[in-house]
């Protein structure tokens, strides 16, 4: 797409500059490289089970990141706005779930076969961060 682009739209768009080539360069690290290194290396604390369970965060960390940054109003008076607060709510509860869930019993593990688990998840959690900023971005 990229030399089609080139060629069919280099009149009618701007000039490639600096500024734009250092906005597609941070886009480039946070969307694809960030987000991959850091659920790959998640994967050395934690099982994949768990980290199919913390992809499930993406959906939620995206709306409340538009929300913040004024990009989507909440509208808790509208049934659409309650329906996403709603939808937000059950993916987080069973991320946390799926995560927690150890034996029949919830319950917060500190240490596991594959290392310490505490720490895959936030590199995993920081991973679904840097995608859902990608997205807002």
């Known amino acids: ?25 941070f886009q480039a690290l946070l969307g694809a490289t960030l987000f991959q ?3 790959s290396e998640s994967l050395s604390y934690i099982s994949s089970t768990a980290e199919s369970a913390i992809i499930n965060l993406f ?21 659409r706005g309650i329906g996403k607060l709603l939808g937000m709510a059950v993916s987080v509860t069973g ?14 593990t500190v240490v596991s076969s594959l290392g310490n ?14 995608l859902s900023t990608w997205l807002v971005l």
């Open 59 to 79: 959906p939620a960390f995206t709306y409340v990141m538009s929300v913040i940054l004024w990009q989507e109003w909440a509208e808790l008076s509208r049934v």
């Open 95 to 108: 991320a946390l779930t799926l995560i927690f869930w150890k034996n029949g019993s919830v319950r917060a």
């Open 37 to 39: 290194t850091l659920f």
């Open 117 to 130: 688990v505490n720490i895959g998840y936030a590199i995993a959690t920081l991973g679904v961060l840097s």
């Open 1 to 25: 797409m990229g030399p089609l682009a080139f060629f069919f739209e280099r009149k009618s768009r701007p000039p490639l500059t600096l500024s734009i080539t250092c906005w597609i360069f």
